[in-house]
C-alpha cells in the first residue's frame, strides 16, 4: 500500500494530513507513505519531524490584488507551475503511489493533477465550511471529496462525490478530561477562560481583552488562560500599565504560547478564538462553548463562514473584527460566562457537530477508493 500526500502552507493543510498518516501508519505499519510539499514551506519541516518522508516541490500561490508587482509575482507562478507539475510527475512515477490525498494549499493542485493524469485516483480532504480555490479546481478530478463541514458542498460546482468525514484531531482532545485537566493546571471552582489568536498572535483580540483580563486581576471572577502570540509580546507590558501584578495574580496564566492545548482547552468553560477549521473541530469534540473572532485575512473569508456553521447551530457566538472592542468582547464574555444554563446549552449543541473518528472514516475512504480502483 503506497500512499502520497499533498498539501501545505499552513497548519489547518498540513495537520490533517499527518493526523490521516498517522492512522494509516497504526492501521497498515508496512504502508509506504510519502508527502509532497512546497520548497521553503512549513511543511518541509513539519513532516519530518513527524516521522514520513518528504520531497518538496517549487511552487508558488497566486497574488489576488492587481497591483504591479502582484502582476510580476503572478506571471512567475505560472512558470512555477509548469515545472511544478514536471517534479511533481519525476516523484509520482518513482514512487507508483496507490491512491493520492490532498489537503489543500496551493502545493496539492499540480501534485494532485499530475497524479490524475498518470491513472492515480485522487481524493480531496477539505477543512473549512467555504472550501480552498485548490480545492474546488481539482473537484472534478476526485473520485471523492471528503468534507469537514457539509456546509461546504453547495460551493463546489458540478457532480462531485461527497462524503462527510469531520476533521481528524489530536488523540489527547479526545480523551483529556476537565476535572483532570484543571487538577494539572493547578485551578479552582471559578469558571475558566481560555483565549488565543493563534501562534503568531492577534493584535486586535490581544487589545481588547486586555480590560476583562486586568478586570478579572482586581475582582478574581474568572481565571484566565491567554496566549499573546510571538508578535504579542508587549501584551504583558500592556496589563501592567492597567495595574495588573502578574506575579500575584494568580487566577491570571498569561503566556506567549499554548504547548499544552488539550489540557488548557478540557479545563475551559468558555473559550475566545479565532476560527479555523481545526481550532473549532478541536472544539466541537470538547464540547466548549465559545466566542469566535474570525480573521478577516484569509482567503475566501472561510473563517467567518466557518464560524457560521457554529453560530448556525447556536453553538457559539460570533464577533467579526470590525465590530470587535473591549466593551462588546466583555459584555459576550459576561453574557455566556455568568449564564451557566447558557453554557451548558452551547456545550450541548457544540456536542452533537462533533465528529470523534475523523480519521477512521477517511481511512475508509481511502481504501475503498483504492479498492475501486483495482477493479477498474
Given amino acids: 500500500m503506497k500512499i502520497l500526500f499533498a498539501g501545505g502552507g499552513t497548519a489547518g493543510h498540513i495537520n490533517p494530513a499527518l493526523a490521516i498518516a498517522g492512522y494509516v501508519r497504526e492501521r497498515q505499519p508496512n504502508a509506504e ?49 509548469v515545472s511544478a507539475s514536471r517534479e511533481s510527475k519525476k516523484i509520482i512515477e518513482e514512487f507508483q503511489p496507490d491512491i493520492c490525498v490532498g489537503t489543500g494549499g496551493y502545493v496539492s493542485g499540480p501534485v494532485l493533477r499530475t497524479a490524475s493524469k498518470l491513472g492515480v485516483p485522487i481524493i480531496i480532504h477539505e477543512q473549512n465550511a467555504f472550501p480552498g480555490v485548490t480545492n474546488k479546481m481539482l473537484a472534478k478530478r476526485a473520485a471523492r471529496i471528503m468534507l469537514a463541514m457539509p456546509a461546504a458542498k453547495e460551493h463546489f460546482k458540478g457532480k462531485c462525490s461527497f462524503v462527510d468525514t469531520g476533521n481528524p484531531v489530536r488523540g489527547e482532545i479526545l480523551t483529556e478530561q476537565k476535572s483532570e485537566a484543571r487538577k494539572k493546571l493547578g485551578l479552582d471552582g471559578r469558571p475558566v477562560i481560555l483565549s488565543f489568536g493563534g501562534s503568531l498572535g492577534a493584535r486586535k483580540i490581544n487589545e481588547s481583552l486586555a480590560d476583562i483580563i486586568a478586570r478579572s486581576a482586581k475582582d478574581g471572577k474568572y481565571q484566565h488562560i491567554h496566549a499573546y502570540g510571538q508578535y504579542g509580546k508587549w501584551f504583558p507590558d500592556m496589563l501592567r500599565e492597567k ?15 499554548i504547548n499544552d492545548m488539550p489540557v488548557c482547552l478540557a479545563a475551559a468553560d468558555l473559550v475566545v ?45 460570533m464577533i467579526e473584527e470590525k465590530d470587535l472592542t473591549p466593551e462588546k468582547i466583555t459584555e459576550e464574555i459576561d453574557n455566556l460566562a455568568g449564564n451557566p444554563s447558557r453554557l451548558k446549552e452551547y456545550s450541548d449543541n457544540c456536542k452533537k457537530m462533533a465528529v470523534t473518528d475523523a480519521a477512521k472514516r477517511i481511512y475508509s475512504v481511502i481504501i475503498e477508493v483504492m479498492a475501486s480502483s483495482k477493479k477498474k
Avoid: C, W
Fill in 273 to 317: 478564538a479565532r476560527a479555523g477549521a481545526i481550532t473549532l473541530s478541536e472544539i466541537q469534540v470538547q464540547g466548549k462553548p465559545s466566542v469566535l473572532i474570525p480573521s478577516p485575512n484569509v482567503a475566501e473569508n472561510h473563517q467567518y463562514h466557518n464560524a457560521m456553521s457554529l453560530v448556525n447551530k447556536n453553538a457559539a457566538v
Fill in 33 to 81: 507513505i510519502l508527502y509532497i510539499g512546497a520548497k521553503g514551506g512549513m511543511e518541509e519541516r513539519l513532516v519530518p519531524a513527524a516521522g514520513f518522508d518528504f520531497k518538496s516541490i517549487t511552487v508558488q500561490g497566486f497574488k489576488r490584488k492587481l497591483t504591479p508587482k502582484a502582476v510580476k509575482d503572478n506571471i512567475i507562478t505560472v512558470k512555477k507551475a
Fill in 243 to 257: 495595574g495588573v501584578e502578574l506575579e500575584k495574580a494568580d487566577n491570571l496564566d498569561i503566556r506567549e504560547f
